[in-house]
């Protein structure tokens, strides 16, 4: 009996022991979050596209059209309406449409520009010389600031080609560009627009030339052929010449004077027979 109580005893002081080890123990630390686990970040936004005078406009992905351009600028209305006038707005739309061009610059004078010319300068230009001066401000390749420092001078304008009459001469030096026409001088105040294809600057004053206020008169049309007359001949060249007609008459009249003694002496000769036959 008493065997069996101190076995019991024992095993209860056992595990009582037990128990308290257990609980005595240091609960383990709680667990790190998993480096999986990320907290949400802010996404940075997108970096602003380019802006400015050389960043393609809204319509770079069609054709640029060169009034449109221009209207948006507001301040080359007198230029404008000259590139209508003269049609060189829509040339210059239809070659940009074509996929092989070599693009075009222009230079755009401002409106005070043209107001800075003498009173009535423009409106006493011809059609023609109107069509000239417009001409003169467009440059038929696509031409960047750096470019007009190594450019080829004097350059050719739409203006016939002719450096003649009609002489530029651009020339840049990295922060400025300078325009010479032999009756103007001016510079580069800023690009309007710049595409790859096409270039527009500003300019404060309108490039005049020699071959715009004085063009050169067109040669008159050569007259029509007419028939080469033939050469009247002469009315005495089939005719026997007066020479000829007065030795014949000169020699007839010398002949008649030579026979008249003979045709005496036969008449003498009949009247003697004739008075020996009475009297036989």
């Known amino acids: 009996m008493m065997k069996r109580l101190f076995s019991r005893t024992l095993l209860l002081k056992i595990l009582f022991l037990l128990c ?3 609980s005595g123990q240091p609960s383990a630390p709680a667990q790190a979050p998993s480096a999986s686990t990320s907290t949400p970040t802010q996404s940075s936004p997108p970096a602003p596209s380019p802006s400015g005078p050389l960043a393609p406009s809204a319509s770079s992905a069609g054709p640029a059209d060169v009034t449109t351009i221009l209207k948006k600028a507001r301040k080359f209305s007198t230029f404008i309406g000259l590139l209508k006038s003269t049609q060189m707005d ?12 070599a693009g075009f610059t222009i230079f755009a004078p401002t ?3 043209f107001s800075d010319l003498k009173t009535g300068t423009l409106n006493s230009f011809t059609d023609e010389q109107k069509a000239a001066l417009t001409k003169f401000h467009i440059i038929n390749s696509f031409l960047t600031v750096s470019q007009f420092q190594t450019v080829s001078n004097p350059v050719h304008t739409s203006a016939n080609g002719n450096t003649k009459d009609f002489p530029l001469n651009v020339i840049g030096n990295g922060t400025q560009v300078n325009i010479t026409t032999g009756m103007v001088n001016t510079t580069v105040d800023s690009m309007v627009y710049s595409d790859g294809q096409l270039a527009v600057y500003e300019i404060p004053q309108v490039l ?4 715009i206020l004085s063009p050169q008169a067109q040669p008159p049309a050569p007259a029509p052929l007419t028939a080469k007359p033939k050469k009247a001949t002469p009315l005495n060249s089939h005719a026997p010449s007066t020479s000829t007609t007065t030795s014949v008459d000169s020699s007839e009249a010398t002949a008649l004077p030579q026979s008249a003694p003979i045709i005496e002496s036969i008449g003498v000769l009949v009247l003697a027979a004739l008075t020996l036959c009475g009297f036989d």
Request: aromatic share 0%.
């Open 20 to 22: 308290t080890t257990i």
């Open 208 to 211: 005049l030339s020699q071959g």
């Open 90 to 101: 829509a040339e210059i739309n239809s070659e940009l449409k074509k996929k092989s061009n």
């Open 111 to 113: 409106d005070s520009a």
